[in-house]
T-cell receptor, first 113, second 108 residues
Framework: EAGVVQSPRYKIIEKKQPVAFWCNPI?????LYWYLQNLGQGPELLIR????????DSQLPKDRFSAERLKGVDSTLKIQPAELGDSAVYLC???????????FGQGTRLTVV | GIQVEQSPPDLILQEGANSTLRCNFS?????LQWFHQNPWGQLINLFY???GTKQNGRLSATTVATERYSLLYISSSQTTDSGVYFC??????????FGTGTSLTVIP
């Protein structure tokens, strides 16, 4: 069975440009998370979905970040416009339901120059 | 929010040595996972262990939820064990909070 799939793996963009990340969770997993990981730190939650509903987005910088999970399966995370400080690894995870074992994708490493 | 502290922050081992990594958390949690982040950044599931003890090959983990800690044991370490080990706790029913991590280097 395929794991959590993210694309692209790497992205280099100039500041002020838009960027989007895509995540395909494990089949049948209803809960989807987007995490941000800065160098040398643990991942931090950006947003959590239960099916297609965003139930925890308190740490998502809504002035420039947006996310969607249409039909409760795939999800996209967008940044517009990107800033230098957005350089980090963006991780997607999924679980069957909240509070069950979570599995992470390989992440997207974003570099903003 | 909850505090999740891991110790030691850094660990260097000779190949073949054993080690114990600790995860302390400041409040009751619903579940706990241990991950290994390899040098390529992939978070690999090691254990899903809200309580009790589990073993998988050279690795084992114990969570004592009532005392708010978990331990990860690595025996006969190998160079491929190098990387960062994170514990993550599910708290207040909404998200995983990651610990501060333990960076492990195994030298041949």
């Amino acid at each position: 069975e395929a794991g959590v799939v993210q694309s692209p793996r790497y992205k280099i963009i100039e500041k002020k440009q838009p960027v989007a990340f895509w995540c395909n969770p494990i089949s049948g997993h209803n809960t989807l998370y987007w995490y941000l990981q800065n160098l040398g730190q643990g991942p931090e939650l950006l947003i959590r979905y239960e099916n297609e509903e965003a139930v925890d987005d308190s740490q998502l910088p809504k002035d420039r970040f947006s996310a969607e999970r249409l039909k409760g399966v795939d999800s996209t995370l967008k940044i517009q416009p990107a800033e230098l400080g957005d350089s980090a690894v963006y991780l997607c995870a999924s679980s069957f339901s909240r509070n069950t074992e979570a599995f992470f994708g390989q992440g997207t490493r974003l570099t903003v120059v | 929010g909850i505090q999740v502290e891991q110790s030691p922050p850094d660990l260097i081992l000779q190949e073949g040595a054993n080690s114990t990594l600790r995860c302390n958390f400041s409040d009751s949690v619903n579940n706990l996972q241990w991950f290994h982040q390899n040098p390529w950044g992939q978070l690999i599931n090691l254990f899903y262990i809200p309580s009790g003890t589990k073993q998988n090959g050279r690795l084992s983990a114990t969570t004592v939820a009532t005392e708010r800690y978990s331990l990860l044991y690595i025996s006969s370490s190998q160079t491929t064990d190098s990387g960062v080990y994170f514990c993550a706790v599910y708290w207040a029913g909404n998200q995983f909070y990651f610990g501060t991590g333990t960076s492990l280097t195994v030298i041949p």
